[in-house]
């Protein structure tokens, strides 16, 4: 069974600094998704950025990126430049290419601060 | 993309009673999920549910505990049967694309039906 694992359960940071929250998962499939989901206070989980495993090239969008290491299976988000409406509960995701089911880690609540 | 409505959005519901959620999405998708997110708690999926068949639980859950209809490709429903307070959860709504959109893995979320069990 895959597993998502996330070490920082609370993170802070002032207004405009920049953030990397952890992740690692556990798989033996070589073909994947991973994500990062966002649950701000009002509860609708949104997507943050999205990487698939075949490709080398860390995804990217706007503030947000990822530092994708395979081997590792590890899967960080870096939020540069971060703003008060970063504050959210984040919770990186893995499913197999094929495999409908979405694992979540257990989510890391960052607070931004002004 | 896909839009979820869920209703109710929230509910206080006594022990020993059953509550039903609704979900709506904008447009015909294949499958749709039910997650539970208990307290200060990460996603758990409850099942999986199929236009015209069973639905498919995870372990750990059960038809008789969170009947699920899916009478469309739009629609369904998570019942939540005989409460107690460990019921007491945000349940979620979830879908991929709509059928013929490219499946790009990410999953859609209703704004989730928070209940609280007395």
């Known amino acids: 069974a895959q597993t998502v694992t996330q070490s920082q359960p609370e993170m802070s940071v002032q207004e405009a600094e920049t953030v990397t929250l952890s992740c690692t998962y556990d798989t033996s499939e070589n073909n994947y998704y991973l994500f990062w989901y966002k649950q701000p206070p009002s509860r609708q989980m949104i997507l943050v950025i999205r990487q698939e495993a075949y490709k080398q090239q860390n995804a990217t969008e706007n503030r947000f990126s990822v530092n994708f290491q395979k081997a590792a299976k590890s899967f960080s988000l870096k939020i540069s430049d971060s703003q008060l409406g970063d504050t959210a509960m984040y919770f990186c995701a893995f499913t197999n290419f094929g495999n409908e089911k979405l694992t979540f880690g257990t989510g890391t609540r960052l607070t931004i601060i002004p | 993309s896909a839009v979820i409505s869920q209703k109710p959005s929230r509910d206080i519901c006594q022990r020993g009673t059953s509550l039903t959620i609704q979900c709506q999405v904008d447009s015909q998708v294949t499958m749709m999920f039910w997650y539970r997110q208990q307290p200060g708690q990460s996603l758990t999926l409850i099942a999986t549910?199929?236009?015209?068949?069973?639905?498919?639980?995870e372990s750990g859950f059960v038809i008789d505990k969170f009947p699920i209809s899916r009478p469309n490709l739009t629609f369904s429903t998570l019942t939540v049967s005989n409460m107690s307070p460990e019921d007491s959860s945000i349940y979620l709504c979830?879908?991929?694309?709509?059928?013929?959109?490219?499946?790009?893995?990410?999953?859609?979320f209703g704004e989730g039906s928070r209940l609280t069990v007395l």
């Open positions: 979830s879908v991929y694309g709509g059928i013929g959109q490219p499946n790009t893995g990410e999953l859609f």
């Open positions: 549910a199929n236009q015209g068949s069973e639905a498919t639980y």
